[in-house]
């Protein structure tokens, strides 16, 4: 398997791109070109959903505000859980995450994540964890208290990724007897999900189209998307008038 934009091979910004049929999805009319960009990371927060086993009326924490850990909020409530709390250490991404499609919002702080994890569940009103948590960030810390989060039993999904070896709680990990799995893109039948959630109108990605830029301004807009600027930024393909 090879993809596109991960060394050596190359990204998609180009006029046309030529790709074997089994790998390509017609939208429908209604769907926009735009929202069809967003199915991408749309399919990878269906992956870690489905990897979570998030079941209506259960709740579920997911570390990190970036466009992937929004998503994973939005199918996971498409998905049915009655909880949904975000947690992010940049206000207005949380800001957006609850008008979005979180039902708690959660800013860590700098202390030992034993304390992160019962300040989350305490305002969650959550006493003995979450029925799975969800890291999209990669940050340690968050990975940490993620552990410390989940309930006995639970489930962790690991989907961000960070650094390639952490300090990692372990013994939490034995003792609460936590189903801990990774979640590398998607699998099969996860493209496809994602366009019913978007054609159906269960996931809206609209909302998280920050702008749209030019082509010829495309440098500049990874340069404001890693600088932390918008959620996701669109730019217009060469041919696009």
């Given at each position: 398997m090879?993809f596109a934009a991960?060394p050596?091979f190359g990204?998609?910004l180009?006029g046309?791109?030529l790709?074997a049929?089994?790998?390509?999805y017609k939208?429908p009319?209604?769907v926009?070109?735009q929202?069809g960009?967003?199915?991408?990371p749309?399919?990878?927060?269906?992956?870690?959903v489905?990897?979570a086993e998030i079941?209506?009326?259960?709740s579920v924490v997911v570390?990190g505000?970036?466009?992937?850990?929004?998503?994973?909020c939005a199918?996971?409530?498409a998905?049915?859980?009655s909880v949904?709390?975000?947690v992010d250490?940049q206000?207005?991404r949380?800001?957006f995450?609850?008008?979005?499609?979180?039902?708690?919002?959660f800013?860590p702080s700098?202390v030992p994540?034993e304390e992160?994890?019962?300040a989350l569940?305490?305002?969650?009103?959550l006493?003995?964890?979450?029925?799975?948590?969800i890291?999209a960030?990669?940050a340690e810390?968050s990975i940490q208290?993620?552990?410390h989060?989940v309930?006995?039993?639970g489930?962790?999904?690991?989907?961000?990724?960070g650094k390639?070896?952490i300090?990692?709680?372990i013994?939490?990990?034995?003792t609460?007897?936590?189903?801990?799995?990774g979640?590398?893109?998607?699998?099969?039948?996860?493209?496809?999900?994602?366009?019913?959630?978007?054609s159906k109108?269960?996931?809206?990605v609209?909302?998280l189209?920050?702008?749209?830029?030019?082509?010829?301004?495309?440098?500049?807009?990874?340069?404001d998307?890693k600088?932390?600027?918008?959620?996701?930024?669109?730019?217009k393909?060469?041919n696009e008038?």
């Amino acid at each position: 398997m090879k993809f596109a934009a991960t060394p050596p091979f190359g990204g998609t910004l180009t006029g046309y791109y030529l790709s074997a049929s089994d790998f390509c999805y017609k939208l429908p009319q209604h769907v926009s070109l735009q929202e069809g960009a967003l199915l991408e990371p749309l399919a990878v927060a269906v992956h870690i959903v489905k990897q979570a086993e998030i079941k209506p009326g259960q709740s579920v924490v997911v570390m990190g505000a970036g466009p992937v850990g929004l998503l994973c909020c939005a199918v996971a409530k498409a998905f049915g859980a009655s909880v949904i709390a975000s947690v992010d250490i940049q206000p207005a991404r949380l800001e957006f995450a609850k008008s979005y499609a979180a039902t708690h919002t959660f800013t860590p702080s700098r202390v030992p994540a034993e304390e992160n994890a019962a300040a989350l569940l305490q305002s969650i009103n959550l006493p003995s964890g979450t029925d799975a948590v969800i890291d999209a960030s990669g940050a340690e810390p968050s990975i940490q208290t993620s552990i410390h989060t989940v309930r006995r039993g639970g489930v962790y999904v690991q989907g961000g990724m960070g650094k390639p070896e952490i300090t990692f709680p372990i013994m939490e990990l034995c003792t609460k007897e936590v189903t801990c799995k990774g979640s590398f893109r998607y699998g099969s039948g996860d493209y496809a999900l994602a366009l019913e959630f978007v054609s159906k109108g269960l996931v809206d990605v609209k909302p998280l189209i920050s702008r749209t830029v030019e082509f010829t301004d495309a440098e500049q807009a990874f340069k404001d998307v890693k600088g932390g600027q918008g959620i996701k930024v669109l730019i217009k393909g060469p041919n696009e008038k």
